[in-house]
């Protein structure tokens, strides 16, 4: 004879989602979850945090732009036409809330639902039957002021947002703002990857972009290094602290700058490089680069191993960063350790932060941030939070695990949302929550000891307090 117990149902995304034991819940309610957020890495607008926009509708809020939503649509089935293409806003809108119910167990699920929770108050599940109503609500509710893009960040507590900014941008948003105590910081993102990639399509203009900002031709290796370290000034005198490099790999090969001038007057030409010289390239300009970030006492930052705009197709009818990019598999080691060490050697290695794409990279990333921690500032080599195809539970719990295991979790630097959405910012919740919960486990178990003062400033300071300390913006 089978007994049947009734099961005990935990309600959908209630005040303990992902919060396991009421250990977990007491860290998460009363340490984490008042922390502020300091975003360090995104790419939201500057332009649409300056002027303070309003969202015509929930769709320009949160569809526009966001290459996850846009994969999920494909995969269900929907039309470009209604992802990217010339469907109305509404229609848009509706095409998502039929794909929400197909993202189960897709981190979308979570961050969907989240996000109507925290900023609009919405507890109904998103689907074909009430994305309408969804879609009429929240576009009204957009109208208010509190909902700005202003008020968004504000309502999420974001102290500091750190945009990603060409080298040659004029940063005219930034410095409108850069007087004014609206409740958050804007700082800009030094990001100069289409002049240290150099057989990007897009480099030669990028030169001209660089040499009429800088009004100064570029007619060799050291014109370039002139105008980028006249940039990094720039940069530098509106709050800049930090830059950023989105490469499949960190190469680090010998060159000589007699080698490097050559190739660059080469590409100058008109004429296209080999794989060998393209390789010498980069490894000196980031080399020289490097340099000048420690000079200014910036932080450095390499996202390593996306391999990009896989699909010609939608390339060639959309255009890049529309979804179509994958983990790749580059060899990252060798070049991570020849690169640091150079400039550790010369005492020119500045803050830095690894992150990687692929999984199989983890105890790699977190034992290299190892090597090159000087004594001069806890966690000066971090290894970044789960990014991009990682940053959902399973990669946070991975990342969070092969830290601790390697490293000290207590000196990590947190969460960001590397997201292009001004309603991506309950990720950082997401994250807190799963480290609440991680923790809360391991006391339970015994492995941990129960001191809820220790544990809890451990987990203030993963949420704000070591970025605070970290960047000193």
Same mark, same amino acid.
């Given at each position: 004879?089978?007994?049947?117990? #009734?099961? $005990?149902?935990?309600?959908?995304?209630?005040?303990?989602?992902?919060?396991?034991?009421?250990?977990?819940?007491?860290?998460? *309610?009363?340490?984490?979850?008042?922390?502020?957020?300091?975003?360090? =890495?995104? *790419?939201?607008? %500057? /332009?649409?945090?300056?002027?303070?926009?309003?969202?015509?509708?929930?769709? &320009?809020?949160?569809?526009?732009?966001?290459?996850?939503?846009?994969?999920?649509? #494909?995969?269900?089935? !929907?039309?470009?036409?209604?992802?990217?293409?010339?469907?109305?806003?509404?229609?848009?809108?509706?095409?998502?809330?039929?794909?929400?119910?197909?993202?189960?167990?897709?981190?979308?699920?979570?961050?969907?639902?989240? &996000?109507?929770? #925290?900023?609009?108050? !919405?507890?109904?599940?998103?689907?074909?039957?009430?994305?309408?109503?969804?879609?009429?609500?929240?576009?009204?509710?957009?109208?208010?002021?509190?909902?700005?893009?202003?008020?968004?960040?504000?309502?999420?507590?974001?102290?500091?947002?750190?945009?990603?900014?060409?080298?040659?941008?004029?940063?005219?948003? =930034?410095?409108?703002?850069?007087?004014?105590?609206?409740?958050?910081?804007?700082?800009?993102?030094?990001?100069?990857?289409?002049?240290?990639?150099?057989?990007?399509?897009?480099?030669?203009?990028? $030169?001209?972009?660089?040499?009429?900002?800088?009004?100064? %031709?570029?007619?060799?290796? @050291?014109?370039?290094?002139?105008?980028?370290?006249?940039?990094?000034?720039?940069?530098?005198?509106?709050?800049?602290?930090?830059?950023? =490099?989105?490469?499949? @790999?960190?190469?680090?090969?010998?060159?000589?700058?007699?080698?490097?001038?050559?190739?660059?007057?080469?590409?100058?030409?008109?004429?296209?490089?080999?794989?060998? &010289?393209?390789?010498?390239?980069?490894?000196?300009?980031?080399? *020289?680069?490097?340099?000048?970030? *420690?000079?200014?006492?910036?932080?450095?930052?390499?996202?390593?191993?996306?391999?990009?705009?896989?699909?010609?197709?939608?390339?060639?009818?959309?255009?890049?960063?529309?979804?179509?990019?994958?983990?790749? /598999?580059?060899?990252?080691?060798?070049?991570?350790?020849?690169?640091?060490?150079?400039?550790?050697?010369?005492?020119?290695?500045?803050?830095?932060?690894?992150?990687?794409?692929? %999984?199989?990279?983890?105890?790699?990333?977190?034992?290299?941030?190892?090597?090159?921690?000087?004594?001069?500032?806890?966690?000066?080599?971090?290894?970044?939070?789960?990014?991009?195809?990682?940053? @959902?539970?399973?990669?946070? &719990?991975?990342? $969070?695990?092969?830290?601790?295991?390697?490293?000290?979790?207590?000196?990590?630097?947190?969460?960001?949302?590397?997201?292009?959405?001004?309603?991506?910012?309950?990720?950082?919740?997401?994250?807190?929550?799963?480290?609440?919960?991680? !923790?809360?486990?391991?006391?339970?178990?015994?492995?941990?000891?129960?001191?809820?003062?220790?544990?809890?400033?451990?987990?203030?300071?993963?949420?704000?307090?070591?970025?605070?300390?970290?960047?000193?913006?």
């Amino acid at each position: 004879m089978f007994c049947i117990q #009734r099961l $005990i149902m935990k309600a959908f995304l209630d005040e303990h989602f992902l919060l396991e034991n009421s250990i977990s819940q007491k860290l998460y *309610h009363d340490f984490a979850a008042a922390m502020p957020i300091i975003d360090y =890495h995104n *790419h939201l607008p %500057p /332009d649409e945090i300056a002027n303070n926009k309003k969202f015509i509708n929930i769709t &320009e809020a949160w569809l526009k732009g966001d290459h996850y939503k846009w994969r999920a649509m #494909r995969a269900n089935g !929907i039309d470009e036409n209604y992802i990217t293409g010339s469907g109305s806003d509404k229609s848009k809108f509706l095409k998502w809330a039929e794909t929400v119910p197909y993202t189960m167990r897709n981190p979308l699920f979570h961050w969907t639902h989240l &996000e109507l929770q #925290r900023y609009f108050g !919405i507890k109904d599940l998103l689907t074909k039957n009430s994305g309408e109503a969804i879609y009429e609500n929240t576009s009204d509710q957009l109208q208010s002021n509190d909902l700005s893009t202003q008020g968004l960040l504000k309502k999420m507590k974001v102290k500091v947002v750190c945009t990603t900014d060409d080298p040659t941008d004029s940063l005219e948003h =930034h410095r409108k703002l850069k007087d004014i105590d609206w409740g958050c910081k804007m700082i800009p993102g030094f990001r100069p990857d289409k002049l240290v990639v150099i057989e990007n399509p897009e480099f030669l203009n990028k $030169i001209q972009d660089l040499a009429a900002i800088s009004d100064k %031709p570029i007619n060799d290796l @050291q014109d370039l290094l002139d105008a980028l370290e006249n940039r990094i000034e720039f940069f530098h005198s509106l709050g800049g602290r930090i830059a950023d =490099h989105g490469l499949s @790999q960190l190469y680090a090969i010998d060159f000589t700058e007699d080698a490097v001038d050559e190739i660059l007057k080469k590409r100058l030409t008109g004429q296209m490089v080999s794989n060998e &010289e393209a390789i010498q390239f980069q490894t000196c300009l980031l080399y *020289h680069l490097a340099k000048m970030y *420690h000079n200014k006492s910036w932080v450095m930052q390499f996202h390593l191993g996306a391999i990009r705009n896989n699909n010609q197709r939608l390339l060639d009818n959309v255009g890049a960063d529309v979804g179509c990019d994958s983990i790749g /598999d580059f060899s990252q080691a060798e070049g991570l350790a020849r690169f640091f060490n150079r400039l550790d050697t010369e005492g020119k290695l500045s803050k830095t932060i690894i992150y990687n794409l692929n %999984p199989r990279d983890n105890e790699v990333f977190a034992t290299m941030v190892g090597n090159y921690n000087d004594g001069r500032i806890a966690g000066k080599i971090q290894w970044g939070s789960a990014w991009w195809f990682l940053d @959902q539970k399973d990669g946070m &719990e991975n990342q $969070i695990n092969v830290l601790s295991n390697m490293s000290l979790l207590s000196r990590f630097i947190g969460m960001l949302t590397d997201s292009r959405s001004f309603l991506s910012f309950p990720r950082h919740e997401y994250f807190r929550r799963i480290l609440c919960n991680l !923790i809360g486990q391991d006391v339970e178990k015994g492995m941990l000891p129960n001191d809820e003062k220790w544990l809890g400033q451990i987990i203030q300071d993963i949420c704000y307090n070591n970025a605070q300390s970290y960047f000193q913006f």
